[in-house]
């Protein structure tokens, strides 16, 4: 088994770019819809399997990638912690909790992957998905590379993005708070 590549990340709340409504649709290769907002790009897929399925994956311009997966017939508890390991193209996954996560009507749960896991999931043909050892969604990835291709090109725009916001940013910090306070000229040289 190759040493774990996945790790736990702070909150769920990281993962509510997509599901929150400020992310905008910018694609649908392969049967996947690709989508950004202001702090990542990501993917989505509805499975019509019993509960409908749908797997969500989010990656951050910092590198790491978060599978979200739930279903209308699972009970998932938000904020627990799940033994949940992947196998993807002869390669598990394994080695650190996977959260819950849902709401009324979806529950599942979040796993974080370093940045090489994208590489073997977009040349993946199906995702394996464990709880505690057993099986319990077997999820295909067909289209995942003309997918993921769209976030790799997302990822690069936002990282630009992110880059010129940050040196405006730092521009704007050299100019005075307030050019017309009474001593900010010579407080501010």
Known sequence: MRPSALYLSAAIAALTPYAGHAAEIIGAPGGWEVFRDEKSCGMTRDYDVPGETQMTVISYPAGDIRIMITNTGWSARRDELYDISYQLNGTAYAGAKAVGTGDRARKGFVSTFVADFADDFAKGSVLRVMLDGEEIERLSLTGSGAAMAMV?????????????????????????KDPFARGSRESER
């Open 152 to 176: 790799d090109k997302c990822l690069v725009d936002l990282r630009t993005a992110v880059s010129k916001a940050e040196r405006e940013k730092e521009r704007r910090a050299r100019l005075p």
